[in-house]
């Protein structure tokens, strides 16, 4: 369906790997005109750049490769400005950057600098990237979608998505940087769409439970029974799969989510209704 397209520049962070890498391909899908894959993986990125071109839709379709680190104010500034150098304008801005806690250890023996340094990434990073870019957003031309009843549809000036967590909603034993980290994350995404109201920029979150990534791979050799408790208590029985994830980016950024802002979306095949139950 027409609306659920996404014809604009995209500014992925994470986009190596995981759940950016699938949203960075999803938007191409979807018709972007250009998606930027930002990442501290220069190789991950320059690969999967290269490789988006097979998803794209876009006959004018140009993927980029630019290396950001999200902790570095410098690094952000310098890809934000090249990005509007090179196209002009962001339409779509992902912050999907994201590490997990070194090692699961319950408060009190948790470790203060892992904790500062999940933060760094997920927290302030994140709100880095969306502070340079909404710079931008602001003074860019506002766009219009013509609907399939001849209406014309405000877009606004740009959509901006935080991958979040279902862990901004709960909490698991022995996490406690990363579930700060996303709680804040889900904070600063209400607070940011507070903040840029009447600018006609939309902010939102994606919340999900588990999604088959390298960050879950890991976070299954950490600690084995979280496969024994996804097969128990998520209703499908599995992880989510990248592309499933970014799908729901997409509609976010689209013009089907034109009325939808500030909230957080949780992805989690029904399991946080329950979970607490522990059925
Ligand atoms: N996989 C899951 O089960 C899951 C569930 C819910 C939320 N999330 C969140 O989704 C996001 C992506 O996670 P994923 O599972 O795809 O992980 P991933 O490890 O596959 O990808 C994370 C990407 O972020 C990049 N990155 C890390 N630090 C960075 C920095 N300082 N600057 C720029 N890039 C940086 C990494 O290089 C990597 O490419 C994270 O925020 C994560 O917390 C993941």
Do not use: L
């Given at each position: 369906m027409a609306s659920f397209r996404t014809t604009g520049v995209a500014l992925v962070t994470?986009?190596?790997?995981?759940i950016g890498l699938g949203a960075a391909n999803a938007l191409a899908e979807a018709g972007a005109l250009a998606v930027v894959f930002a990442d501290i993986d220069k190789a991950g990125i320059r690969a999967s750049s290269e490789d988006s071109k097979k998803f794209?839709?876009?006959?004018d379709y140009s993927p980029r490769a630019y290396v950001l680190d999200v902790r570095n104010e410098a690094s952000v500034n310098a890809v934000v400005e090249k990005v509007v150098e090179e196209f002009?304008?962001?339409d779509y801005l992902i912050n999907c950057a994201g590490v997990d806690v070194a090692s699961y250890v319950p408060i009190p023996d948790h470790d203060m600098e892992d904790y500062d340094k999940v933060l760094a990434v997920n927290t302030r990073g994140l709100l880095l990237c969306s502070t340079a870019v909404i710079k931008v957003m602001e003074k860019q031309e506002p766009r219009t979608f013509q609907t399939s009843s001849g209406i014309t549809r405000d877009l606004g000036r740009g959509a901006i998505v935080n991958v979040t967590s279902a862990l901004s909603y709960a909490a698991v034993p022995g996490k406690v940087a990363y579930i700060a980290s996303k709680h804040a994350s889900l904070g600063i995404t209400k607070a940011t769409a507070q903040d840029v109201k009447g600018k006609g920029i939309r902010v939102n979150a994606i919340c999900p439970s588990w999604v088959r990534t390298p960050m879950y791979e890991e976070e299954c050799k950490k600690f084995p029974p979280v496969e024994d408790f996804i097969k128990a208590s998520v209703p499908v029985g599995r992880p989510a799969e990248v592309e499933e994830i970014g799908d729901s980016i997409v509609y976010l950024c689209?013009?089907?989510?034109?009325?939808?802002?500030g909230i957080g979306l949780i992805l989690d095949s029904g399991l946080t209704l329950t979970v607490h139950l522990g059925i």
């Open positions: 994470g986009a190596a790997s995981g794209a839709t876009n006959p002009g304008r962001i689209s013009p089907a989510a034109t009325y939808v802002n």
